[in-house]
């Protein structure tokens, strides 16, 4: 299993960029999928998710500002951070997730993470 992040990079305050996260060697439409970042000095911290009925939720900070999609042709996940400000910047992961029938637990496996940058 394999995810890979990626379209990280430095963006002027109010820009925007869409991260991806294309998934390999898993039955990607049955997963949860998640964002995280991680500031430098901070908790890693839950930003956005999806389910696998495409159900999204984000953390308060984000919302109105990020969207969160996925194409399950595709097997990615994309985040679109518009406006964004320097508070963003940090190291996003994304993570898929399968609870697993019959009480198994839950497996997760999880992308390297793509540096965000917001600076003028």
């Known amino acids: 299993v394999q995810l890979q992040a990626s379209g990280g990079g430095l963006v002027q305050p109010g820009g925007s960029l869409r991260l991806s996260c294309a998934a390999s060697g898993l039955d990607f439409s049955r997963y949860d999928l998640f964002w995280y970042r991680q500031a430098p000095g901070k908790q890693r911290e839950l930003v956005a998710s999806?389910?696998?009925?495409?159900?999204?939720t984000y953390t308060d900070s984000v919302k109105g500002r990020f969207t969160l999609s996925r194409d399950n042709d595709q097997n990615t996940v994309y985040l679109q951070m518009n406006s964004l400000n320097p508070e963003d910047t940090a190291v996003y992961y994304c993570?898929?997730?399968?609870?697993?029938?019959?009480?198994?637990?839950?497996?997760?496996?999880w992308g390297q993470g793509t540096q965000v940058t917001v600076s003028s």
């Open positions: 999806i389910t696998s009925g495409s159900s999204t």
């Open positions: 993570k898929a997730e399968r609870t697993l029938p019959y009480n198994k637990g839950v497996i997760d496996y």
